[in-house]
């Protein structure tokens, strides 16, 4: 696997090299920088390069410049718990920043558990990932408040009745938002009417879609990524089906919009973050993104760069980058100001965050609301 060590100086200021005379604090990043989910890992990064360089330019961590570690799965599996073993025993990182798929996190996890070393998830919302161990954190929410928020809007607020469930067998990701989904759906008055599945490399969703048209449903919930979701978008229009497309957090993506084009229209998703948020760090983290790539950054650009300035975080609470203060210290924080709002590490070591709905209209990406926990 190509190693990429990504150092990042202080900005507009002349560095020396007694500017930082002690050792690098050693970020670890692994994402899927290539591969079939590359758009997850380049949102990431942009998010993770941002964060490194404000804390450089404000004296790093604890006096100390930060070097981010990059490691690039590939969307492979395997290859996250390969990349956690190498930062962490090659390159001596004090944290794990990754993966955003809960598959992929799930791999390096017991990597990290096993050497005790603090992983942080930016964006992996099943509920297993935590329950590794005391050295795996979050800074999301978790599906069983994703599956409920999707639900309850779809009943609630649009007036769905009858839901087909089309769901990626081969994903923790997927089936457990689906079970999710269903429970609050089924318990608001809604019913399932029917529940297909595919695999993550397929491409054709025509034989599943025509068997969910048969069952006239008025939604069709994808807790999938998306891909998928861009390409069921574009099936599912061809073969006349009119129903909602719902989504979770795996929608988020710019590449969505591209793959799916206009067959999106309407489509609604739960994500983590929204450039409408009005809070002084989120317009501040979307001014500074916006001047560096021309554009708006999204919710996993967002989650990371939080992921990362919450370890800084910790670690000036903790006084020491050392692996275990360091984990004690992410499992005391308490309202830290993010820019996805303010961030609070509960006994299982999940964010309790609020969730943006977000929908398609005019082929862009609009806000509608905030739903809090």
Do not use: W
Not at 13 to 18: G, I, P, T, V, Y
Not at 94 to 99: K, M, P, T
Not at 153 to 178: E, I, N
């Amino acid at each position: 696997m190509k190693r990429r060590t990504l150092f990042f100086a202080l900005t507009g200021l002349l560095a020396s090299a007694a500017t930082f005379a002690a050792e690098p604090v050693k970020l670890g990043f692994f994402m899927s920088i290539t591969g079939r989910d590359a758009s997850f890992g380049e949102a990431s990064l942009r998010g993770a390069r941002l964060a490194v360089d404000e804390l450089n330019a404000a004296g790093g961590i604890l006096g100390r410049p930060v070097e981010l570690v990059v490691e690039d799965n590939r969307s492979a599996p395997g290859e996250s718990a390969t990349a956690a073993k190498k930062l962490i025993s090659r390159d001596r990182v004090v944290a794990l920043i990754g993966e955003c798929s809960s598959a992929r996190t799930l791999e390096a996890a017991p990597v990290a558990q096993a050497a005790g070393v603090p992983l942080i998830s930016p964006a992996s919302t099943n509920p297993k990932v935590t329950q590794v161990g005391d050295a795996v954190f979050r800074v999301c929410f978790i599906d069983p408040f994703q599956g409920d928020v999707i639900a309850t809007f779809a009943r609630r607020r649009l007036g769905l009745k009858r839901a087909a469930l089309l769901v990626d067998a081969t994903a923790p990701y997927s089936v457990g938002l689906a079970e999710y989904f269903t429970k609050t759906f089924t318990a608001l008055g809604g019913e399932v009417v029917a529940t297909q599945k595919y695999a993550a490399a397929d491409t054709d969703f025509r034989a599943q879609l025509t068997a969910i048209r048969a069952a006239q449903p008025d939604a069709i919930f994808l807790p999938g990524y998306y891909v998928a979701a861009g390409l069921v978008a574009r099936q599912a229009k061809q073969l006349g089906l009119t129903a909602t497309l719902l989504g979770g957090d795996g929608f988020e993506a710019p590449q969505l919009l591209e793959i799916g084009g206009e067959a999106l229209e309407g489509v609604y998703y739960s994500t983590h973050f929204a450039t409408e948020n009005t809070g002084a760090a989120s317009r501040a983290f979307v001014a500074a993104y916006r001047a560096r790539h021309d554009t708006v950054p999204n919710g996993l650009s967002a989650l990371t760069y939080d992921a990362i300035k919450l370890v800084a975080d910790a670690a000036r609470r903790a006084g020491t980058t050392e692996k275990s203060a360091l984990r004690a210290a992410l499992a005391a924080t308490k309202d830290f100001p993010g820019v996805t709002g303010r961030t609070t590490i509960n006994a299982h070591r999940d964010a309790d965050k609020d969730a943006a709905i977000i929908t398609v209209k005019n082929g862009e990406l609009v806000f509608v609301e905030t739903i809090r926990p």
